[in-house]
């Protein structure tokens, strides 16, 4: 379809440098970016294809606690076109010590669309739709639309390297007891992505986020995360991820920067 990059060893040891460089600047960083980099498939096969992802945590003490998350990504390429759609899911229940059953406490969806344009081997155009809603950080709604670039600056078999950079409008609503109603405002959505697979059946990713509000540039968000798997068959993985997630101006009464580690299987198809 596309004439591939020359593959060559240069490209593994740019890409370990970036890694490297990446956990060295992103040492502290609210769960408002989604992240659907680390999800993607190979846009250089035509055809249908997809991942789904599951993950699950207990915890046991004073509360009870069970946190569920699933996420699905699909993606179509024909031609220069390229579709994606991802949606996901997670929820935590929870039971205290005078409780006798299990209720919800929290939760989180997501929706997003994404198409790209093939204009020349390293350069795609990028248009987005994302919807979501998030009871951890008291987001109601937040609807988002976005356009810009997408750089290919690596791409071969085993090792990617993408850059992205965006115009985004938002437009959310948060729930009581938070003033402000509903808020409209354009932030400058930017990535790096990293994929890393020259180990045989081990698979690293990271992604990086970097969303300033054109407004007020010291109002931004950041997000981090990085994930490895490792295949147990041609189609099931065992992942792990870290995540990192910062917010400069966030709701009243939400931490600016939270982190956690997940695990769990990743489906192939």
């Known amino acids: 379809m596309f004439n591939k990059p020359p593959q060559t060893g240069q490209y593994s040891q740019l890409c370990l440098l970036v ?9 502290s960083a609210s769960a408002q970016v989604v992240n ?4 993607r498939k190979d846009e250089r096969v035509a055809g249908i294809s997809g991942v789904s992802r599951m993950n699950f945590m207990y915890r046991a003490g004073n509360v009870k606690r069970v946190d569920f998350g699933f996420d699905s990504l699909v993606q179509a390429v024909r031609g220069r076109h390229i579709f994606l759609g991802m949606a996901g899911l997670e929820f935590a229940k929870a039971r205290g010590r005078n409780q006798s059953a299990f209720k919800l406490v929290e939760n989180e969806r997501f929706f997003h669309l994404r198409y790209h344009y093939t204009l020349r081997d390293w350069l795609l155009s990028d248009l987005f739709y994302q919807l979501q809603v998030n009871e951890f950080i008291d987001l109601d ?14 791409r071969t078999d085993k090792n990617a390297l993408y850059l992205g950079t965006t115009w985004m409008y938002e437009r959310e609503h948060l729930r009581p007891p938070h003033p402000g ?3 409209t405002t354009a932030r400058w959505s930017n990535y790096l992505s990293i994929r890393w697979g020259s180990i045989k059946n081990i698979d690293f990713t990271s992604t990086t986020y970097f969303q300033p509000r054109f407004a007020e540039m010291g109002d931004f968000r950041v997000l981090e995360e990085a994930g490895l798997a490792v295949d147990l068959t041609g189609w099931l993985a065992l992942s792990i991820r870290y995540t990192l997630r910062y917010d400069s101006t966030p709701p009243a009464g939400i931490s600016k920067s939270d982190q956690r580690i997940t695990q769990g299987l990743t489906f192939k198809y």
Do not use: Q
Not at 21 to 26: H, P, Q, R, S, Y
């Open 19 to 27: 890694i490297l460089l990446l956990f060295l600047l992103t040492t």
């Open 36 to 39: 659907i980099e680390t999800k």
């Open 141 to 154: 709604s937040r609807n988002l639309i976005g356009v810009g670039p997408r750089f290919r600056l690596v």
């Open 181 to 183: 109603g509903t808020t």
